[in-house]
Antibody, heavy 120, light 106 residues
Framework: QVQLQESGPGLVKPSETLSLTCAVS?????????WGWIRQPPGKGLEWIGSIYHSGSTYYNPSLKSRVTISVDTSKNQFSLKLSSVTAADTAVYYC?????????????WGQGTLVTVSS | DIQMTQSPSSLSASVGDRVTITCRASQGISNYLAWYQQKPGKVPKLLIY???TLQSGVPSRFSGSGSGTDFTLTISSLQPEDVATYYC????????FGGGTKVEIK
């Protein structure tokens, strides 16, 4: 059974960089699939941030592309998100998930999510 | 850019009612559409992919249809445990979610 778990600071100061890691268990990232990050501001809808393949190939939401970096560490079976120059608008629950199908796909399973608050 | 529009944004129905949620893409996306259910305070759960394929373990009262630009999620007989917000997501290219439809019990 594939499981994902997000980790990282719950509080980030404005203008700083948000860093999160998603640890994957029950499946080797090196075996395939894209792996993605999705966020949800409090009381709002879902927004895809970006995705990465085990090879390191990435694609990002154009609206966030200038601030986002997603990387993968196959030796630790995890992938990471960095979002720079954060503002209060980046306050959200951040989820990691496996992206199924081909170059693009649906998301399943999901991690439990982690709330990141941007505040001084 | 493709837009994904869900309607209605919210609805209230009685237990046992048939409920239909619509998702419209601004351009054709073939059948590259998924549906998710998110209960309050919980993680989104995949219900349907490829527009009409039910994910394993999902009750058969859920069904999906459509292709191209117009898609529907139907709950054939609404149950109390179906109270949730439902999202569509296209994946013919970069993923994009619809705005969500909140389903409540009347």
């Amino acid at each position: 059974q594939v499981q994902l778990q997000e980790s990282g600071p719950g509080l980030v100061k404005p203008s700083e960089t948000l860093s999160l890691t998603c640890a994957v268990s029950g499946y080797s990232i090196s075996s395939g699939y894209y792996w993605g990050w999705i966020r949800q501001p409090p009381g709002k809808g879902l927004e895809w941030i970006g995705s990465i393949y085990h090879s390191g190939s990435t694609y990002y939401n154009p609206s966030l592309k200038s601030r986002v970096t997603i990387s993968v560490d196959t030796s630790k079976n995890q992938f990471s998100l960095k979002l720079s120059s954060v503002t209060a608008a980046d306050t959200a629950v951040y989820y990691c998930a496996r992206e199924n199908y081909g170059d693009y796909g649906w998301f399943d399973p999901w991690g439990q999510g982690t709330l990141v608050t941007v505040s001084s | 850019d493709i837009q994904m529009t869900q309607s209605p944004s919210s609805l209230s129905a009685s237990v046992g009612d048939r409920v239909t949620i619509t998702c419209r893409a601004s351009q054709g996306i073939s059948n590259y559409l998924a549906w998710y259910q998110q209960k309050p305070g919980k993680v989104p759960k995949l219900l349907i992919y490829a527009a009409s394929t039910l994910q394993s373990g999902v009750p058969s009262r859920f069904s999906g249809s459509g292709s191209g630009t117009d898609f529907t999620l139907t709950i054939s007989s609404l149950q109390p445990e179906d109270v949730a917000t439902y999202y569509c997501q296209k994946y013919n290219s970069a993923p994009l979610f619809g705005g969500g439809t909140k389903v409540e019990i009347k």
